[in-house]
């Protein structure tokens, strides 16, 4: 079985300052996991993806997330906020040997000037 | 331009009238899929296709239909619409399905529909 949490439902920061979005998993195959992010009205957009190469994984726009296979966590990150990160980001955990894809609830970032 | 596309964008219905949400993908994607999303509760998916002919249930199939006649379609079915499937729904589409390598999924720009 496979789920995903994401640890906060809202999170605020002020421009210039890091960012950090949590989320843990749990799967019983070989996870494949995914950042993607939604701006208000808009649709999905892959930010990142673990694809098993290096735990370390470089997004678009400067994000970052690293898999923590010990902590089962896949936290994305970002040095420093910008107005225009402001939006949704869903952390989705599937893998191989399944067909489905499972999303977070989401976690909404508000980037304060 | 590689493309996921629906139609409609918007539609506002009434309970028991049947619709077609359809999803077209442009890229010859194997995998399709759909989902709904709701406030608080994330990305949920009804159905997935992995390739034309199959298809399976996901997460909230309850009433919704789906087929994949054509690798390119993947339409969306409610049968008698409710009020609780007033709902943005999604559809996305993957190179192949998550069984193979680690395929992101591309996205349409979603259908806001109200079941009135």
């Known amino acids: 079985a496979q789920s995903v949490t994401q640890l906060d439902s809202h999170v605020s920061v002020s421009e210039g300052t890091p960012v950090l979005l949590r989320c843990n998993y749990s799967?019983?195959?070989?996870?494949?996991l995914f950042w993607y992010v939604q701006h208000p009205n808009k649709g999905l957009q892959l930010l990142l993806k673990?694809?098993?190469?290096?735990?370390l994984v470089k997004g678009i726009n400067g994000f970052e997330a690293e898999f923590k296979k010990s902590e089962t966590s896949f936290h994305l990150t970002k040095p420093s906020a910008h107005m225009s990160d402001a939006a949704e980001y869903f952390c989705?955990?599937?893998?191989?040997?399944?067909?489905?894809?499972?999303f977070g609830t989401g976690t909404r970032l508000k980037v304060l000037a | 331009e590689a493309q996921v596309t629906q139609n409609p964008r918007y539609l506002i219905t009434v309970t028991g009238k049947k619709l077609t949400v359809t999803c077209s993908q442009n890229?010859?994607?194997?995998?399709m899929s759909w989902y709904r999303q709701d406030p608080g509760l994330g990305l949920r998916q009804i159905y997935y296709?992995?390739?034309?002919?199959?298809?399976d249930k996901g997460d909230v199939p309850e009433g919704y239909k789906v087929s994949r006649k054509e690798k390119r379609n993947f339409p969306l079915i409610l049968e008698s619409p409710s009020p609780n499937q007033t709902s943005l729904y999604f559809c996305?589409?993957?190179?192949?399905?998550?069984?193979?390598?680690?395929?992101?999924?591309?996205f349409g720009p979603g259908t806001r529909l109200t079941v009135l």
């Open positions: 996305a589409s993957s190179l192949r399905g998550q069984l193979s390598s680690y395929n992101e999924q591309f």
């Open positions: 799967s019983s195959y070989s996870p494949s």
């Open positions: 673990y694809t098993s190469a290096a735990t």
């Open positions: 989705v955990v599937s893998g191989v040997g399944t067909y489905k894809s499972i």
């Open positions: 890229m010859n994607h194997e995998y």
């Open positions: 296709s992995m390739n034309v002919e199959v298809t």
